[in-house]
Protein backbone atom coordinates (compact mmCIF):
# COMPACT_ATOMS: atom_id res chain seq x y z
CA UNK A 1 0.00 0.00 0.00
CA UNK A 2 1.17 3.39 -0.77
CA UNK A 3 3.00 5.20 2.19
CA UNK A 4 1.93 8.87 3.02
CA UNK A 5 3.83 8.83 6.55
CA UNK A 6 7.40 7.71 5.97
CA UNK A 7 9.70 7.84 9.30
CA UNK A 8 10.73 5.83 12.30
CA UNK A 9 8.11 4.33 14.82
CA UNK A 10 8.84 4.14 18.27
CA UNK A 11 12.35 2.63 19.74
CA UNK A 12 12.10 -0.98 21.04
CA UNK A 13 8.69 -1.98 19.27
CA UNK A 14 11.02 -5.14 17.85
CA UNK A 15 11.37 -6.38 21.40
CA UNK A 16 7.68 -6.32 21.91
CA UNK A 17 6.86 -7.99 18.69
CA UNK A 18 9.47 -10.84 19.20
CA UNK A 19 8.07 -11.27 22.03
CA UNK A 20 4.77 -10.99 22.23
CA UNK A 21 4.25 -10.58 25.90
CA UNK A 22 4.15 -7.38 26.03
CA UNK A 23 1.16 -5.28 27.92
CA UNK A 24 -0.13 -3.92 24.94
CA UNK A 25 -0.79 -7.02 23.15
CA UNK A 26 -1.65 -9.30 26.98
CA UNK A 27 -4.88 -7.13 27.04
CA UNK A 28 -6.00 -7.41 23.73
CA UNK A 29 -6.98 -11.01 23.50
CA UNK A 30 -8.97 -13.73 26.23
CA UNK A 31 -6.98 -16.06 26.47
CA UNK A 32 -9.11 -19.63 25.42
CA UNK A 33 -11.00 -21.40 28.43
CA UNK A 34 -9.66 -24.07 29.85
CA UNK A 35 -9.30 -27.40 27.72
CA UNK A 36 -9.72 -25.25 24.49
CA UNK A 37 -6.69 -27.13 23.32
CA UNK A 38 -6.27 -30.46 24.06
CA UNK A 39 -2.90 -30.44 22.81
CA UNK A 40 -2.11 -27.73 26.07
CA UNK A 41 0.21 -29.67 28.33
CA UNK A 42 1.32 -32.27 26.39
CA UNK A 43 5.06 -33.57 26.67
CA UNK A 44 7.24 -32.15 23.62
CA UNK A 45 9.46 -34.99 24.35
CA UNK A 46 6.28 -37.32 23.29
CA UNK A 47 6.13 -35.44 19.60
CA UNK A 48 7.92 -38.11 17.88
CA UNK A 49 6.12 -41.09 19.02
CA UNK A 50 3.22 -42.22 17.42
CA UNK A 51 1.40 -42.66 20.10
CA UNK A 52 1.19 -38.54 20.86
CA UNK A 53 0.10 -37.84 17.13
CA UNK A 54 -3.33 -36.47 16.09
CA UNK A 55 -3.44 -38.45 12.92
CA UNK A 56 -1.20 -39.77 10.56
CA UNK A 57 -0.97 -36.19 8.60
CA UNK A 58 0.09 -34.72 11.45
CA UNK A 59 3.83 -33.05 11.72
CA UNK A 60 5.04 -31.55 15.04
CA UNK A 61 7.04 -28.50 14.72
CA UNK A 62 9.64 -27.88 18.02
CA UNK A 63 12.47 -25.16 18.07
CA UNK A 64 14.85 -27.07 20.09
CA UNK A 65 14.43 -30.68 18.08
CA UNK A 66 11.79 -32.24 20.10
CA UNK A 67 9.11 -32.60 17.07
CA UNK A 68 9.54 -33.75 13.34
CA UNK A 69 11.26 -30.42 12.59
CA UNK A 70 12.67 -27.19 14.35
CA UNK A 71 11.06 -24.68 11.56
CA UNK A 72 7.65 -23.92 10.46
CA UNK A 73 8.48 -24.01 6.63
CA UNK A 74 10.69 -26.89 6.80
CA UNK A 75 7.27 -28.92 8.25
CA UNK A 76 5.02 -27.27 5.43
CA UNK A 77 7.76 -28.51 2.63
CA UNK A 78 7.42 -31.91 4.33
CA UNK A 79 3.47 -31.64 4.17
CA UNK A 80 3.14 -32.64 0.05
CA UNK A 81 -0.95 -32.71 -0.72
CA UNK A 82 -4.10 -32.01 1.40
CA UNK A 83 -5.24 -31.85 4.37
CA UNK A 84 -2.34 -31.91 6.89
CA UNK A 85 -1.86 -30.60 10.69
CA UNK A 86 0.96 -28.79 11.94
CA UNK A 87 1.62 -28.37 15.61
CA UNK A 88 3.68 -25.55 16.54
CA UNK A 89 5.76 -25.99 20.34
CA UNK A 90 5.31 -22.48 21.88
CA UNK A 91 8.29 -20.47 20.71
CA UNK A 92 9.53 -17.76 17.96
CA UNK A 93 9.92 -18.78 14.44
CA UNK A 94 11.94 -16.63 12.58
CA UNK A 95 11.58 -17.14 9.27
CA UNK A 96 9.49 -16.25 6.44
CA UNK A 97 6.88 -19.48 5.20
CA UNK A 98 5.38 -19.94 1.89
CA UNK A 99 2.16 -22.27 2.11
CA UNK A 100 1.71 -23.26 -1.09
CA UNK A 101 -1.64 -23.63 -3.27
CA UNK A 102 -1.13 -27.01 -4.13
CA UNK A 103 -0.78 -27.56 0.24
CA UNK A 104 -5.19 -27.17 0.70
CA UNK A 105 -6.88 -27.99 4.38
CA UNK A 106 -3.86 -27.49 5.92
CA UNK A 107 -4.23 -26.42 9.83
CA UNK A 108 -1.14 -24.95 12.09
CA UNK A 109 -2.48 -25.44 15.64
CA UNK A 110 -0.01 -23.24 18.43
CA UNK A 111 0.35 -26.35 21.46
CA UNK A 112 -0.49 -24.44 24.49
CA UNK A 113 -3.71 -22.76 23.44
CA UNK A 114 -2.73 -19.13 24.05
CA UNK A 115 -1.24 -17.47 20.74
CA UNK A 116 1.32 -15.27 22.58
CA UNK A 117 3.46 -18.71 22.95
CA UNK A 118 3.93 -19.28 19.28
CA UNK A 119 4.87 -16.60 16.96
CA UNK A 120 6.41 -16.68 13.44
CA UNK A 121 8.28 -13.22 12.60
CA UNK A 122 9.86 -11.82 9.93
CA UNK A 123 11.66 -8.38 9.59
CA UNK A 124 11.32 -7.78 5.74
CA UNK A 125 9.46 -4.66 4.27
CA UNK A 126 8.49 -3.53 0.40
CA UNK A 127 12.13 -1.39 0.60
CA UNK A 128 14.07 -4.30 2.02
CA UNK A 129 16.80 -5.11 -0.54
CA UNK A 130 16.23 -8.89 -1.84
CA UNK A 131 20.15 -10.91 -2.14
CA UNK A 132 19.44 -11.12 -5.62
CA UNK A 133 18.87 -7.51 -6.62
CA UNK A 134 15.78 -4.98 -6.23
CA UNK A 135 13.48 -4.93 -3.03
CA UNK A 136 10.51 -7.09 -2.08
CA UNK A 137 7.77 -5.32 -2.72
CA UNK A 138 5.03 -5.20 -0.54
CA UNK A 139 3.37 -8.84 -1.72
CA UNK A 140 6.93 -9.88 -1.15
CA UNK A 141 7.58 -8.38 2.26
CA UNK A 142 5.37 -10.85 3.95
CA UNK A 143 6.43 -13.04 7.33
CA UNK A 144 3.74 -16.18 6.03
CA UNK A 145 1.97 -16.51 3.09
CA UNK A 146 -1.05 -18.69 2.99
CA UNK A 147 -1.63 -19.34 -0.97
CA UNK A 148 -3.84 -22.61 -0.63
CA UNK A 149 -7.53 -23.40 0.00
CA UNK A 150 -8.79 -24.13 3.13
CA UNK A 151 -6.09 -22.97 5.46
CA UNK A 152 -7.07 -22.90 9.08
CA UNK A 153 -5.01 -21.21 11.93
CA UNK A 154 -5.86 -21.02 16.06
CA UNK A 155 -3.61 -20.03 18.56
CA UNK A 156 -0.31 -18.47 16.85
CA UNK A 157 1.02 -15.39 16.44
CA UNK A 158 1.60 -13.97 13.02
CA UNK A 159 4.15 -11.16 13.29
CA UNK A 160 6.28 -8.49 10.87
CA UNK A 161 8.96 -6.66 13.17
CA UNK A 162 10.17 -4.63 10.62
CA UNK A 163 10.59 -0.51 11.76
CA UNK A 164 11.23 2.14 9.82
CA UNK A 165 14.30 3.02 11.13
CA UNK A 166 15.47 0.24 9.87
CA UNK A 167 15.45 1.63 6.21
CA UNK A 168 15.81 5.34 7.17
CA UNK A 169 14.37 7.63 4.27
CA UNK A 170 12.75 4.72 2.47
CA UNK A 171 9.68 5.00 1.32
CA UNK A 172 8.78 1.09 1.12
CA UNK A 173 7.64 0.59 4.69
CA UNK A 174 4.88 -1.76 4.26
CA UNK A 175 5.63 -4.68 5.78
CA UNK A 176 3.16 -7.74 5.76
CA UNK A 177 2.50 -9.96 8.38
CA UNK A 178 0.11 -12.30 6.85
CA UNK A 179 -0.85 -12.32 3.32
CA UNK A 180 -4.09 -14.91 3.05
CA UNK A 181 -4.96 -15.37 -0.47
CA UNK A 182 -7.09 -18.87 -0.34
CA UNK A 183 -10.48 -19.60 -0.39
CA UNK A 184 -12.32 -20.44 2.93
CA UNK A 185 -8.72 -19.32 5.61
CA UNK A 186 -10.17 -19.05 9.24
CA UNK A 187 -8.20 -17.72 12.01
CA UNK A 188 -9.59 -18.15 15.40
CA UNK A 189 -7.77 -16.61 18.63
CA UNK A 190 -4.41 -15.58 16.16
CA UNK A 191 -2.75 -11.95 16.67
CA UNK A 192 -1.25 -10.28 13.86
CA UNK A 193 0.99 -7.68 14.62
CA UNK A 194 2.93 -5.49 12.80
CA UNK A 195 2.78 -1.43 11.41
CA UNK A 196 1.57 -0.39 7.75
CA UNK A 197 -0.15 -3.41 6.30
CA UNK A 198 0.09 -5.90 8.79
CA UNK A 199 -2.47 -8.11 7.97
CA UNK A 200 -2.98 -8.67 3.64
CA UNK A 201 -6.64 -9.97 2.96
CA UNK A 202 -6.32 -11.10 -0.69
CA UNK A 203 -7.12 -13.24 -3.43
CA UNK A 204 -4.88 -14.99 -5.87
CA UNK A 205 -6.44 -13.23 -8.62
CA UNK A 206 -8.77 -10.20 -9.85
CA UNK A 207 -11.28 -12.58 -10.64
CA UNK A 208 -11.42 -14.89 -7.60
CA UNK A 209 -13.39 -13.96 -4.81
CA UNK A 210 -11.95 -15.68 -1.56
CA UNK A 211 -14.21 -15.89 1.80
CA UNK A 212 -12.08 -15.51 4.80
CA UNK A 213 -13.15 -15.72 8.41
CA UNK A 214 -11.06 -13.82 11.30
CA UNK A 215 -12.61 -14.76 14.70
CA UNK A 216 -11.54 -13.12 18.26
CA UNK A 217 -8.49 -12.45 16.83
CA UNK A 218 -6.27 -9.57 18.01
CA UNK A 219 -4.41 -6.83 15.13
CA UNK A 220 -2.64 -4.21 15.45
CA UNK A 221 -0.94 -1.41 13.05
CA UNK A 222 -0.80 2.02 11.97
CA UNK A 223 -0.80 2.63 8.10
CA UNK A 224 -4.20 0.40 6.38
CA UNK A 225 -3.21 -2.32 8.63
CA UNK A 226 -6.05 -4.80 7.44
CA UNK A 227 -6.32 -4.32 3.26
CA UNK A 228 -7.04 -6.48 0.33
CA UNK A 229 -9.47 -7.81 -1.61
CA UNK A 230 -10.51 -10.58 -0.07
CA UNK A 231 -14.39 -11.42 0.94
CA UNK A 232 -13.22 -11.32 4.64
CA UNK A 233 -15.52 -11.65 7.96
CA UNK A 234 -14.08 -10.51 11.54
CA UNK A 235 -15.75 -11.33 14.19
CA UNK A 236 -15.19 -10.40 17.77
CA UNK A 237 -11.89 -8.95 16.92
CA UNK A 238 -10.20 -6.10 18.02
CA UNK A 239 -8.04 -3.75 16.27
CA UNK A 240 -5.69 -1.87 17.78
CA UNK A 241 -3.85 1.52 16.77
CA UNK A 242 -0.51 2.33 17.53
CA UNK A 243 1.13 5.58 18.48
CA UNK A 244 3.90 7.07 15.94
CA UNK A 245 6.50 9.29 16.88
CA UNK A 246 7.53 10.55 13.65
CA UNK A 247 4.75 12.25 13.01
CA UNK A 248 3.30 15.72 14.14
CA UNK A 249 -0.26 15.46 13.80
CA UNK A 250 -3.17 13.41 12.44
CA UNK A 251 -3.85 11.33 11.11
CA UNK A 252 -1.73 9.32 12.31
CA UNK A 253 -2.99 6.16 9.85
CA UNK A 254 -6.13 4.14 8.63
CA UNK A 255 -7.55 0.79 9.58
CA UNK A 256 -8.83 -0.91 6.80
CA UNK A 257 -8.19 -0.20 3.55
CA UNK A 258 -10.03 -2.85 1.38
CA UNK A 259 -9.34 -2.42 -2.79
CA UNK A 260 -12.87 -5.11 -3.29
CA UNK A 261 -13.38 -5.84 -7.07
CA UNK A 262 -15.94 -4.33 -9.03
CA UNK A 263 -17.95 -7.99 -9.75
CA UNK A 264 -17.47 -8.74 -5.82
CA UNK A 265 -20.91 -7.70 -3.71
CA UNK A 266 -19.17 -8.17 -0.42
CA UNK A 267 -15.89 -6.77 0.60
CA UNK A 268 -14.71 -6.62 4.33
CA UNK A 269 -17.44 -7.26 7.45
CA UNK A 270 -16.44 -6.11 10.40
CA UNK A 271 -19.16 -7.66 13.56
CA UNK A 272 -18.88 -7.21 17.50
CA UNK A 273 -15.70 -5.83 17.03
CA UNK A 274 -14.08 -3.34 18.78
CA UNK A 275 -10.84 -0.66 18.08
CA UNK A 276 -8.79 0.84 20.71
CA UNK A 277 -5.67 3.08 20.43
CA UNK A 278 -2.40 4.15 21.83
CA UNK A 279 -2.75 7.09 20.00
CA UNK A 280 -4.27 10.51 21.14
CA UNK A 281 -7.90 10.81 20.71
CA UNK A 282 -9.50 11.71 17.15
CA UNK A 283 -5.97 10.89 15.49
CA UNK A 284 -7.09 7.60 13.60
CA UNK A 285 -9.28 7.13 10.28
CA UNK A 286 -11.67 4.42 10.14
CA UNK A 287 -10.80 3.09 6.59
CA UNK A 288 -9.88 4.83 3.39
CA UNK A 289 -10.26 3.02 -0.04
CA UNK A 290 -7.36 1.61 -2.23
CA UNK A 291 -8.22 0.99 -6.06
CA UNK A 292 -4.82 -0.47 -7.29
CA UNK A 293 -2.97 0.39 -10.52
CA UNK A 294 -3.55 -3.12 -10.96
CA UNK A 295 -7.50 -3.00 -10.76
CA UNK A 296 -8.46 0.59 -11.69
CA UNK A 297 -11.58 -0.41 -11.66
CA UNK A 298 -12.52 -1.44 -8.05
CA UNK A 299 -15.17 -0.35 -5.82
CA UNK A 300 -13.73 -1.23 -2.11
CA UNK A 301 -16.56 -2.24 0.16
CA UNK A 302 -16.59 -2.00 4.32
CA UNK A 303 -19.17 -2.61 6.36
CA UNK A 304 -18.45 -2.03 10.27
CA UNK A 305 -21.55 -3.23 12.59
CA UNK A 306 -22.29 -3.08 15.84
CA UNK A 307 -19.16 -2.46 16.69
CA UNK A 308 -17.72 -0.21 20.02
CA UNK A 309 -15.16 2.07 18.13
CA UNK A 310 -12.85 3.87 20.77
CA UNK A 311 -11.83 7.41 21.25
CA UNK A 312 -9.09 7.14 18.95
CA UNK A 313 -11.02 7.14 15.50
CA UNK A 314 -11.88 10.57 14.13
CA UNK A 315 -15.68 10.62 14.94
CA UNK A 316 -16.35 13.54 12.46
CA UNK A 317 -14.50 12.24 9.47
CA UNK A 318 -13.75 9.13 10.16
CA UNK A 319 -13.13 8.00 6.25
CA UNK A 320 -10.23 9.67 3.53
CA UNK A 321 -9.43 9.16 0.10
CA UNK A 322 -5.93 7.53 -0.50
CA UNK A 323 -6.19 9.22 -3.88
CA UNK A 324 -8.61 11.77 -5.20
CA UNK A 325 -9.43 10.08 -8.07
CA UNK A 326 -11.41 7.73 -6.43
CA UNK A 327 -13.15 9.16 -3.74
CA UNK A 328 -14.43 7.43 -0.62
CA UNK A 329 -17.46 8.58 -1.22
CA UNK A 330 -17.99 6.59 -4.46
CA UNK A 331 -17.12 3.32 -3.00
CA UNK A 332 -19.12 1.06 -0.66
CA UNK A 333 -18.62 1.92 3.14
CA UNK A 334 -21.01 1.96 5.50
CA UNK A 335 -21.81 1.61 9.29
CA UNK A 336 -24.96 0.00 11.26
CA UNK A 337 -25.22 0.33 15.08
CA UNK A 338 -21.95 0.79 15.97
CA UNK A 339 -21.30 2.69 19.69
CA UNK A 340 -18.39 4.38 21.51
CA UNK A 341 -17.06 8.03 20.90
CA UNK A 342 -15.77 7.41 17.73
CA UNK A 343 -18.55 6.25 16.57
CA UNK A 344 -20.90 9.45 17.28
CA UNK A 345 -22.38 10.51 14.24
CA UNK A 346 -22.26 14.50 13.97
CA UNK A 347 -22.08 15.16 10.20
CA UNK A 348 -24.02 12.29 8.55
CA UNK A 349 -22.64 12.91 5.49
CA UNK A 350 -19.49 11.42 6.43
CA UNK A 351 -20.74 8.44 8.03
CA UNK A 352 -22.75 6.63 6.07
CA UNK A 353 -25.29 3.89 7.76
CA UNK A 354 -27.19 1.08 6.78
CA UNK A 355 -30.64 0.47 7.01
CA UNK A 356 -32.79 -2.17 8.72
CA UNK A 357 -33.08 -4.42 5.21
CA UNK A 358 -29.34 -3.49 4.01
CA UNK A 359 -28.27 -4.35 7.86
CA UNK A 360 -30.41 -7.85 7.54
CA UNK A 361 -27.97 -9.22 4.61
CA UNK A 362 -24.19 -7.35 5.99
CA UNK A 363 -23.82 -10.74 8.34
CA UNK A 364 -21.93 -13.96 7.96
CA UNK A 365 -23.51 -16.13 6.11
CA UNK A 366 -24.39 -13.65 3.13
CA UNK A 367 -20.42 -13.10 2.67
CA UNK A 368 -19.31 -16.62 3.12
CA UNK A 369 -22.51 -18.75 1.54
CA UNK A 370 -22.36 -22.46 1.66
CA UNK A 371 -18.79 -22.57 3.67
CA UNK A 372 -18.85 -22.99 7.56
CA UNK A 373 -15.86 -22.05 9.19
CA UNK A 374 -14.70 -24.31 12.15
CA UNK A 375 -12.57 -24.12 14.82
CA UNK A 376 -9.49 -26.98 14.74
CA UNK A 377 -10.54 -28.14 18.33
CA UNK A 378 -13.73 -26.91 19.82
Known amino acids: MPSHHPGSAAPGRRALLTAGLGAAVALALPAPAAGASPLS ?13 LTGRTLYVHPGGRGDHTTVQAAVSAASGAGWTLVLAPGTYRETVVVSAARTGMTWIGASGDPRDVVVVYDNAAGTPRPEGGTYGTSGSATTTVQADGFTAQGVTFANDFLRTDLPGNPGTQAVALKAQG ?5 FHCRFLGHQDTLYADSTSLASFARQYFAHCYVEGDVDFVFGRARAVFEHCHFRTLVRTDLAGAPYGFVFAPSTAGPNPYGFLASRCRITSEAPDGYYKLARPWVPSSDTTARPSLVVRDSVLGPGIDAVAPYANMRDAHPWQAQRFAEYRNSGRGATVTVPENRPQLGAAEAATATRGTYLGDWEPRRAFA
Open 41 to 53: GRPFGRFGSPAAR
Open 183 to 187: DRSAF
